[in-house]
Nanobody, 125 residues
């Protein structure tokens, strides 16, 4: 089963950019549906973006569409989350997660059994 390692968090000013990485180990992300989620203090874990290794389908949450971009490297060893025009409301711990590709994939946290550790993003105003 794939294991995940998230990295790239930090502190940036509002309007800045940052790229998060989610590296696969023990296998690649081939045949997996991979997602980025975030959790701010006192809130639940919400979907940010998900990508299918099967057909390349991509989902973005409404709050991040147009500012964030999900992608993978050519070997599906790493999935990236490019975050532009960051807002203080984006401050959260960001997690990557994976689930084996199914006929229907949903970008819902509860559907993902495998998680990496979180990486903190802080956006200052």
């Amino acid at each position: 089963e794939v294991q995940l390692q998230a990295s790239g968090g930090g502190t940036v000013q509002a309007g800045g950019s940052l790229r998060l990485s989610c590296a696969a180990s023990r296998s690649t992300f081939v045949d997996y549906f991979v997602g980025w989620f975030r959790q701010a203090p006192g809130t639940g874990r919400e979907a940010v973006s998900c990508i299918s290794s099967g057909d390349g389908a991509i989902y973005y949450a409404a709050s991040t569409r147009g500012r964030f971009s999900i992608s993978s490297d050519n070997t599906w060893s790493t999935v990236y989350l490019q975050m532009n025009n960051l807002e203080p409301e984006d401050t959260a711990v960001y997690f990557c997660a994976a689930v084996a590709e199914g006929m229907y994939n949903s970008c819902i946290a509860g559907d993902f059994p495998t998680w990496g550790q979180g990486t903190q993003l802080t956006v200052s105003s």
